[in-house]
Structure formats: structure tokens, C-alpha cells
């Protein structure tokens, strides 16, 4: 394990997130009860498993909304269970899309987008409004730059709820049932705009119950239950092989 | 309340102990219509018509007495006026202070600011106005420069006491209505806690706030006349006064004291109508 004091540097092929024997407890309830795996820089990660198996518990350790009880998580070196953690140095890295969008509805779509770089980063506005507007662009919302929250879809939301992140140019992004609260055809949108960002190279780890959107874009495919990972592996043999009977259960009733 | 008023006789009801309790909220009251206030109007013209018609022809007509004086009057109202804006300000800008301390991470602060607002807010303004008038000193001395404090100003603290309690529980109420995952995404975007607070929570609380702090404004200037007690010239002092002038004439009281009914209702209504108004809009958004 690394020192906490004297990250060593880290470099492109050292995984970017690694998990080591993370456990949490909420009270007497064990929800997590030593996870370990790898993300390398690039990857796509789906995470799958019944609700209440700690998924969200699971992604909100790795930006540390949520602390562990025991373990390590080294997000590039920095480890973030260390309590003297910048936590905002961090989460600078790591954005965060949530199932219910979260965006803040007094802002306009840009204002949401541009919020965090110009409060948090004290970026030029200028330069922010213009990257803004690209991400805007970026995820099909040229036009809507102006509306509310309230006056946006929930998968046009959603997909503010991206941008406002990737304005922060985090190194990792996490997606926690971004799809969930939609309606199947906005589904398909976010979706999109989440494929199109694997493929420019971004580091994503999903908690989705889209099984063929797993087996299309997920370089590695985890799956959760009851606090531990009972199964793993590239989505090819994960979905034709799985070897667990409650793999098999779970993926009997979810596809 | 003077001693004077409360000699009575030991069989009788004591009227002090009798339940009463000034709701920090008007909601769901019926509300009165603009032709009320004309005819609230009519009705005083009215009154004023039959009571100079049974009394002395060389004496000012009650309407007359009114105009006469009416300068004063308004004078007077003007500083009931000034008392609440200046006792509103003062309590709102320590309301939102205390309120903001109730939801400190630092628990004594908390419990501090807890306390204070639950004291002030229960117990009674005209008591407090005593307490201030009496326990501060007519003038301070800072830095060796001496402020003279006059009666108008103690008062004035004296009422953004319990405006500052008020107001703290306002904002405590209005910061707990924010959903936490709106926490949650400001703490995901490396905001501070306190920039979350004043970017994206206090802005969301303003149109949370907005109606029953317009209530409050309007109860603080009602309140304002309870001034007149500890002897500051504003409106009722002034009222009395100009009565007294005009001979304590009986006949001048009701049109005189309805002036000055006239004079707050004209203010605190619409006031009220726009507070109702600003609930309809929010409630539907
Ligand atoms: N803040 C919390 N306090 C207490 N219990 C929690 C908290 N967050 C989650 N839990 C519990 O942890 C378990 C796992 O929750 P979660 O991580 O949300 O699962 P999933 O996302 O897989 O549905 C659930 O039983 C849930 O009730
Ligand atoms: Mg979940």
C-alpha cells in the first residue's frame, strides 16, 4: 500500500482506480465486505447486481461521498480513505452523474454546466462559457443552452448532468443508474452520449441495468451481490458463461 | 402595560393570563378584497359625517380635525415606517446568521443559536420591548466617542429581536426543504461546503422565504404601534396626542383612531395581496 503522505507518481499504465479489500459498514449493517479490482485509464467498467447489493455504496467510496470503514482505494496513488485527503483535489478528478440528475434548478442548463469550473477551478468565464457551449453541443443540446432544469426531459437533464461534469475535464467518470429514472426512448439518448465518451478514451465505471449496452460498451463487467463481487470477466464470457448460480439467476431475470 | 391597568379587583379574570399568541404566519386566512378597503373607507367618512352633524357648529368638523393634523399623523407613520424597515433589516440580517449557525457543523454553535431563536420566538414582542428599553443604556460610549441611544432606537432593537428569530427559522426551514442530493452534486463538483451553501442552497431558499418573510414585515409594523407604550412619538402617540389638543372631544376618537386603522391598512394590504400572489406562483412551479 502506498504511503498516504508520498503518493508515488502515478503514470498511464498503473491502474487509475484500484480497490483493495474495501469494507463499509452503515451502523451493524455490512454493506460492503471487501471488494478489490482494477480500472485501468481507458476503461469502461459495468458494475450489475440485484438492488441493495451496495453498488451506489460501492461507486460513491471511489469519490469519497461516501468513507470506507476499512481498505484502500488509490485513485492515480492518492488514497482516498486517508483522512487527510483533499477531497477536492479528488473530486476534481472524478465527476459523478446521479439517477436523478441533481441539477441545480435555479440555474439554466450553461449556468449548471459553467458553475463548477468558475466557482471551483476560478477559470476564465469567457473561456468557460465557450467550453461549455462545446459540451453542450457535445451531448445534442445546442438550443437548450437557456432553459431550465424544469423545462428539460429527463433524458435532456440527464445529459446537462454530464456535461456540468465533464466541464470539470475529470480523469474518471462515474455513472450511478443514470438511466434509470428515464423513459425508454430517452434512454437510447443517454446512452449514446455515454458510448460516445468510451470512445474518446474517458475512464467510466457504471452501475447500469442496460444488459446489452454492458455487453456492448464494457471492457470488464462486475457483478455485485449481498456486499462481495461474486463474478467478473470481460463481457463475452461474462454474459455466454456466466459460472455463479446467482449470476446465472440474476442474468435469467434480467435479460 | 402599566400597573394602572392591571389593578383589578381579585375576583375577576385576569386578563394577562388569558391564551394569546401572535401566529408568525397568515396562510390560509380569508383575505380581504379591494372593495373592503373602500368600503372600510366609506364607512369612516361616514362615521365622521354623523359624529361632526350631532356636535357643536363651531367646532372642527372631525374630517377637519383630520386634515388639520394630518401632517403630524403622517409624520408619525412615517417613523412606525422607518422603525419596522430599520428593526426588519437588523433582524434579518442576524436572523440569517443565527439560522445559519442552527445548521453549523460546530454543535455548540448550534445549540446556541437554537436557543436564542427558541427564546425569542416565544415569548411575548411587547416584553421584550421592556426588557430592551429598560436593561440598554440612553447612550454608549465607543472608543471614547459617546452614542446617545433615544428611545426610537431601543425600541427598534427592541422589535428586531424577535424579527431575528423569526427569520432564523425561516432560513433553517427553507435550508431543510433543499433536497440532500442537491448537497450531494454540489460535494461531487468540489464545491466547498460553504460555497454549496451560498451558490446553490441560499439561492433555492429565496423563493422558499420570500412569502413568509413579507408576512413577518407586515406583522412587525402592526407591532411597530406597541412602541407608543414606552412612549415613542410615532402614529398612536400621536393620535392620543392630537385627541388630547382637540379636547378629548369623544366624538373625534373613532374617526381619529380610524385613521390610523386606515393608515396601516393601506400599507399592509397590498403587501399581503403580493405575499399571496408570490405563494400562488411558487406553489405551482
Ligand atoms: N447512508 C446510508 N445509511 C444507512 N444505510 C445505507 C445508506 N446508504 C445505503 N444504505 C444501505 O446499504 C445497502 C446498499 O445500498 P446501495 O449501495 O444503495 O445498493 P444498490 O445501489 O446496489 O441498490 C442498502 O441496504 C441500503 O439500505
Ligand atoms: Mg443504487
Known amino acids: ?255 | 402595560m402599566s400597573t394602572k391597568n392591571t389593578q383589578t379587583s381579585a375576583d375577576a379574570p385576569l386578563p394577562v393570563l388569558l391564551p394569546f399568541r401572535i401566529e408568525p404566519t397568515r396562510l390560509g386566512t380569508p383575505r380581504l378584497a379591494p372593495v373592503h378597503a373602500v368600503l372600510i373607507g366609506a364607512g369612516l367618512a361616514l362615521l365622521a359625517g354623523t359624529a361632526w352633524a350631532q356636535a357643536d357648529a363651531a367646532q372642527l368638523s372631525p374630517l377637519d380635525v383630520i386634515i388639520k393634523w394630518a401632517p403630524l399623523l403622517l409624520y408619525g407613520f412615517a417613523f412606525n415606517i422607518l422603525i419596522s424597515m430599520i428593526a426588519m433589516a437588523l433582524g434579518t440580517g442576524a436572523g440569517l446568521g443565527v439560522g445559519l449557525g442552527m445548521l453549523s457543523e460546530n454543535p455548540l454553535l448550534a445549540r446556541v443559536c437554537w436557543a436564542l431563536t427558541q427564546f425569542f420566538r416565544n415569548a411575548p414582542w411587547l416584553v421584550l420591548l421592556f426588557f430592551v428599553m429598560f436593561l440598554v443604556p440612553f447612550q454608549i460610549t465607543v472608543f471614547g466617542v459617546r452614542i446617545p441611544l433615544p428611545d426610537w432606537v431601543k425600541a427598534t432593537v427592541g422589535f428586531s429581536l424577535p424579527v431575528m428569530a423569526n427569520v432564523a427559522e425561516i432560513v433553517r426551514g427553507a435550508v431543510r426543504s433543499v433536497p440532500s442530493t442537491q448537497w450531494e452534486a454540489a460535494e461531487s463538483l468540489a464545491f466547498t461546503p460553504r460555497q454549496t451553501m451560498w451558490q446553490i442552497i441560499l439561492p433555492q431558499c429565496v423563493k422558499r422565504m420570500l412569502p413568509p418573510w413579507m408576512n413577518l414585515y407586515s406583522l412587525v409594523t402592526m407591532a411597530t404601534v406597541q412602541a407608543s407604550i414606552v412612549g415613542v412619538s410615532e402614529m398612536l402617540t400621536l393620535t392620543a396626542q392630537v385627541h388630547t389638543a382637540e379636547g378629548g372631544r369623544p366624538e373625534l376618537f373613532a374617526p381619529l383612531y380610524g385613521f390610523a386603522l386606515f393608515c396601516f391598512f393601506l400599507y399592509c394590504y397590498p403587501i399581503d395581496r403580493f405575499t399571496a400572489r408570490l405563494e400562488r406562483r411558487f406553489h405551482i412551479r
Not at chain 1, 508515488?8 to 487509475?16: A, G, H, L, S
Not at chain 1, 455504496?57 to 476499512?70: E, Y
Open chain 1, 1 to 255: 500500500m502506498a504511503a498516504a503522505t508520498d503518493p508515488r507518481p502515478w503514470t498511464p499504465d498503473q491502474p487509475i482506480v484500484q480497490l483493495i479489500d474495501v469494507h463499509k459498514s452503515f451502523g451493524t449493517l455490512e454493506v460492503l465486505k471487501g471488494v478489490s479490482f482494477d480500472v485501468k485509464k481507458g476503461e469502461v467498467i459495468c458494475i450489475i447486481g440485484p438492488s441493495g447489493s451496495g453498488k451506489s455504496t460501492l461507486i460513491r467510496c471511489i469519490n469519497a461521498l461516501v468513507p470506507v470503514t476499512s481498505g484502500t482505494i488509490l485513485v492515480e496513488n492518492i488514497e482516498v480513505a486517508d483522512p487527510k485527503l483533499d477531497k477536492l483535489a479528488l473530486r476534481r478528478k472524478v465527476g459523478m452523474v446521479f439517477q436523478q440528475y441533481n441539477l441545480f434548478p435555479h440555474k439554466t442548463a450553461l449556468q449548471n454546466v459553467m458553475m463548477a469550473p468558475i466557482h471551483v477551478l476560478h477559470q476564465d468565464k469567457g473561456e468557460v462559457e465557450e467550453r461549455a457551449r462545446a459540451l453542450m453541443k457535445k451531448v445534442r443540446l445546442t438550443g437548450k443552452e437557456d432553459s431550465y432544469p424544469g423545462e428539460l426531459s429527463g433524458g435532456q437533464q440527464q445529459r446537462v448532468a454530464i456535461a456540468r461534469s465533464l466541464a470539470m475535464r475529470p480523469d474518471i467518470m462515474l455513472f450511478d443508474e443514470v438511466t434509470a429514472a428515464l423513459d425508454p426512448e430517452t434512454v437510447k439518448e443517454v446512452l449514446f452520449t455515454i458510448r460516445e465518451l468510451a470512445e474518446d478514451g474517458m475512464t467510466c465505471l457504471l452501475v447500469t441495468h442496460e444488459m446489452n449496452f454492458a455487453r456492448d460498451v464494457a471492457d470488464h463487467i462486475y457483478f455485485t451481490d449481498h456486499g462481495v463481487i461474486v463474478e467478473h470477466g470481460p463481457p463475452a464470457s461474462f454474459f455466454s458463461a456466466p459460472s455463479d448460480p446467482r449470476t446465472r439467476e440474476f442474468l435469467s431475470q434480467v435479460l
